[in-house]
């Protein structure tokens, strides 16, 4: 609503002000001043109503039909270069914790970043660092967190080992909140040889129905899963006595993830080149964590208008509630550097028989939602 506000009206020159009512009992002026009008030069009437016509017009603010606000994109949720996001739900926050996405040797830091409502997130720096972890000197990668007993883990790969006589593997961070500063829990790696021919990294700590932990983990077209123990500084054997069984599926690759869903064992991973565009998601269900797990199909994959190189997921269930969240590092369109690697999140669904549909990747990203 507008008001023309005549300040003088015996005056050849009147002051004209205009404002606008925003909302109940707020009012704010359209114009950075006040609008100097001299009404001796004014023919009649019309003259007066076409200049405020202007002017009204001019106030009115404009949005591009083929430009949308940036307000609406909420992808990448924040910026820097980062992938492999681990998702997890603290103290009514969200939290994600990535890997620093950068050559190798730059590798040597981890931050989180954490939010209310999923769109506006605070970042700590350097939760962990390998002045903290002694044996780490390099590509520090994919987070995995777990809170137990007031206490939070964080599981990580460290070092890039290709063979057993290199240092290096899967190792623990530990600390007392979510933001750390997280230390070394054990001096060593937990995880150092390479068994059933998955690299040791990629790890994804799961927690079952029964309230066994496992780790399901594993580079090179490999991935084993593994019963830690109960404070987090080793393994259990199975019943066959074993300590690893490996459950590689069809196609994959590295980065496994799992969880449940109205009893089934969801099992997903990454496949293709991580550098790649063509980089992506894919999925089986089974009735326990052991599978037998048979591909299904693509979750996650790139759109060309919109970002490539989808992949290295994680997922996040909104609690007591059937609200599912993917999380995922992707690439933004043209761009050639395999460390370019940016997070966004976008919704997750199922249909009525229990399948993941087809995740769209979208620049608009999630709407506010406030845990509760």
Known sequence: MFFLEPAVEELSTSVVSLT?????????????????????????????SLLLAIIINSCTPKIAKDSPSKQQFRNPVFTGW???????IFKKRYWIYPTYSAGYNKQVFMDAFSSKDLISWTKHEHIVDTTAIKWAKRAMWAPAIIEKKGKYFLFFGANDIQ?????????VAVADR???PFKDYLGKPLLHQIVNRAQPIDQSVFKDKDGQYYMIY???GRCNITKLNDDFTGF???ED???FKEITPKGYVEGPYMFVRKNKYYFMWSEGAWTGPDYRVAYAIGNSPFGPFERIGTVLLQDTAIATGAGHHSIMQVPKKDEWYILYHRRPVGDKDGNHRQVSIDRMYFDENGFIK??????????KNILR
Request: proline content about 7%; some cysteine; charged content about 20%.
């Open 236 to 238: 259990l054997p199975f």
């Open 218 to 220: 594993g580079g090179w």
């Open 20 to 48: 606008c009512t925003k909302s109940k009992n707020k009012q704010v002026n359209l114009l950075p001043g006040v609008l100097m009008v001299n009404l001796k030069k004014m023919k009649n009437i019309v003259s007066i």
């Open 163 to 171: 063979n057993e006589n290199q240092a290096g593997g899967i190792g």
């Open 82 to 88: 980062y992938a492999d996001p681990e998702a997890a």
């Open 358 to 367: 087809p995740v769209k990747i979208t620049n608009e990203g999630v709407v």
């Open 241 to 243: 006595g074993s300590m």
């Open 178 to 180: 979510p933001e750390g």
